[in-house]
């Protein structure tokens, strides 16, 4: 017994050091798991083991420190631990209150593209805001109490001397902790040993400034890798060709509309109750518009789910998305004509989601290797931005492809339209079930109305192309989660579970056929309309716009293009490695 005390001596010795480590280590973040667990959905959602993995390491990180301390009493050396640790729990702070987000791998890579001009503009904006002002009043109170404690204890410790029933007392279960913490430590083998950034689940690294910045650091470091590996794969492709050379002449266009936060469960094309896309319904009755049934995402996040749609790789192969040309730069090495206009282009950029994808999208080799035109501003409503699409577009002799990437649906979903489209409100939610209250009905109702208003924003670009050779493909990033199966608003990044996948991964997909592209491509058009049933991957997206566009290109394969006859139905991977559809199968669900 007295051996474990010794072990366990530098927490009683370096109290107060242990305090406010732990408190900066994340302590709060403890404590709510403790009070709440129900609000959080992440893989260590029990309060006990929560507890017992993350404060141990947290312990152990401490009483490192505290024996260092104890074996070398430098005032300069426990001075330059606190300032290190009150640095980052200072950043984290700020982040957390600023941005909703812990220490991530996409800091990092903003940091390393933040110019000195925008850094100037990103300290006007938030140096004096209310959230680094809260930031400031917990880094002082921290900081005061942490030099009452110090000085206090340093007066006082050859004179105090801890009971030593007290001590034993307390020396098992700290030294439990510690061993589990020791053990919980593998999670930093697992950091090292990440073959890329989708190998370790965000969720199971503790929250901590510091273990958050040795993760972080260890993703940007493989993110850099591995858009270096992207932008030589795109630039050193074979280049495409078209099939049929007479048909180059069509002034062809092709039209790929991203969707964002689309749920198909809200639009009757997929049987819901009210009539939120009324151009799409009535295209499809007129046989111009076809409805794909049975498409899913490969993650619920635009980040990823956009690299392997706009990427020619095959997840379901264990092909990565750097391991495959980019689409856009495969149709302008064809010889089309390519635009892309991005509503997200600036929008959230201080978020990873929008930082881990911009930093390709817009890497400048990517830019010159794909796009003929880009949008130069960005737009509060996607109808303005297709407008400044609409009078940017020349109508040319050789082909184009146009790569649209709205708003959509994202949340908050009352900005993303304008007043007049205010046509749902709560009284139109009819349904019944018992958690819906009249402040679940409303948001429900302004998620129709973002879907009301993205419709009529697909009908202006449908418009512009409807007396010309066209085909136009809309297809969401992801899903979107409105209490339509659970009580559960939004998007989460926990556990997976079949309503999750039913709604966040399962997405709308639907192709728009012109009168004059049914003339020139019939055969084609007849293989789409036999193709609606059979299941499809947001990862073999690229199959059908070579298909539907005629490019021969070493990218296509027609075992994998869901509108050939030879198509073979894929594993379907989401997340990287669960397969959806043996997950619905054996889940425990009703739909």
């Not at 007392?169 to 439990?176: G, T």
């Not at 899913?296 to 790789?313: E, H």
């Not at 007049?420 to 679940?440: N, Q, W």
């Not at 006859?565 to 989401?574: A, F």
Request: aromatic share 14%; glycine share 6%.
């Amino acid at each position: 017994m007295r051996r474990i005390k010794k072990i366990v001596d530098p927490l009683f010795q370096e109290w107060p050091f242990v305090l406010v480590f732990l408190l900066l280590m994340g302590a709060k973040g403890v404590v709510q798991r403790i009070i709440m667990p129900q609000a959080f959905s992440s893989i260590e959602s029990l309060p006990v083991s929560y507890l017992l993995s993350y404060l141990g390491v947290w312990l152990l990180g401490a009483w490192f420190w505290a024996w260092v301390f104890t074996k070398y009493p430098r005032r300069w050396l426990k001075i330059l631990v606190y300032a290190i640790l009150f640095l980052f729990f200072v950043v984290q702070d700020f982040l957390v209150h600023h941005f909703g987000q812990m220490i991530n791998p996409s800091y990092l890579t903003l940091l390393a593209e933040t110019s000195p001009g925008e850094a100037k503009e990103f300290t006007d904006l938030f140096l004096f805001s209310g959230g680094t002002l809260s930031t400031v009043k917990r880094f002082l109170v921290l900081l005061g109490l942490a030099l009452v404690l110090e000085f206090a204890w340093g007066r006082l410790r050859k004179r105090v001397v801890f009971p030593e029933g007290l001590a034993l007392a307390l020396a098992i279960p700290l030294s439990i902790c510690l061993l589990y913490g020791v053990y919980s430590c593998k999670i930093y083998g697992r950091i090292l040993g990440m073959k890329d950034e989708y190998s370790l689940d965000e969720h199971r690294v503790p929250s901590d400034p510091l273990s958050r910045s040795f993760y972080s650091v260890r993703v940007y470091l493989l993110m850099g890798k591995h858009f270096d590996q992207a932008i030589q794969t795109t630039l050193s492709m074979p280049p495409a060709g078209w099939r049929t050379e007479q048909k180059q002449a069509d002034s062809l266009s092709v039209i790929l509309v991203l969707g964002e936060s689309y749920s198909k469960w809200h639009t009757p094309l997929y049987g819901y109750g009210l009539n939120t896309t009324p151009h799409m319904l009535r295209e499809k009755e007129k046989g111009n518009l076809l409805v794909f049934e049975d498409v899913v995402s490969t993650y619920n996040l635009t980040s990823n789910s956009l690299k392997d749609m706009l990427c020619a790789n095959r997840s379901s192969l264990g092909e990565a998305w750097y391991e495959a040309p980019y689409v856009p730069a495969v149709f302008k090495s064809a010889g089309f004509e390519v635009y892309f206009w991005d509503n997200q282009q600036t929008y959230l950029g201080f978020l990873p989601v929008s930082i881990s994808l911009n930093s390709f999208l817009y890497h400048p080799d990517i830019v010159a290797a794909s796009y003929s035109h880009t949008n130069t501003k960005t737009f509060t409503h996607d109808g303005d931005l297709v407008k400044d699409y609409l009078d940017s577009v020349r109508i040319e002799s050789s082909p184009s492809f146009s790569l649209i990437h709205l708003l959509g649906q994202h949340m908050d979903f009352n900005e993303r339209y304008p007043g007049a489209f205010s046509h749902f409100t709560a009284d139109s939610i009819s349904r019944e079930e018992p958690y819906l209250d009249a402040g679940k009905r409303r948001l429900i109702a302004e998620y129709d109305n973002a879907t009301f208003y993205n419709d009529a924003v697909w009908e202006k670009i449908m418009s512009h192309y409807r007396n010309r050779n066209a085909v136009i493909v809309y297809i969401s990033d992801h899903g979107e989660e409105i209490y339509d199966v659970r009580d559960q608003a939004y998007r989460d990044h926990g556990p997976l579970t079949a309503e999750k996948l039913q709604t966040q991964y399962s997405i709308p997909m639907m192709v728009w056929f012109s009168d004059k592209y049914q003339e020139l491509y019939p055969e084609t058009v007849s293989q789409a309309r036999k193709a609606v049933v059979r299941p499809l991957s947001g990862d073999l997206l690229c199959q059908v716009l070579f298909h539907l566009a005629g490019v021969e290109t070493p990218c296509y394969q027609a075992e994998y293009d869901v509108l050939d006859e030879s198509y073979i139905y894929p594993k379907r991977l989401v997340q990287g490695s669960v397969d959806y559809d043996m997950f619905m199968k054996n889940a425990k669900f009703v739909q």
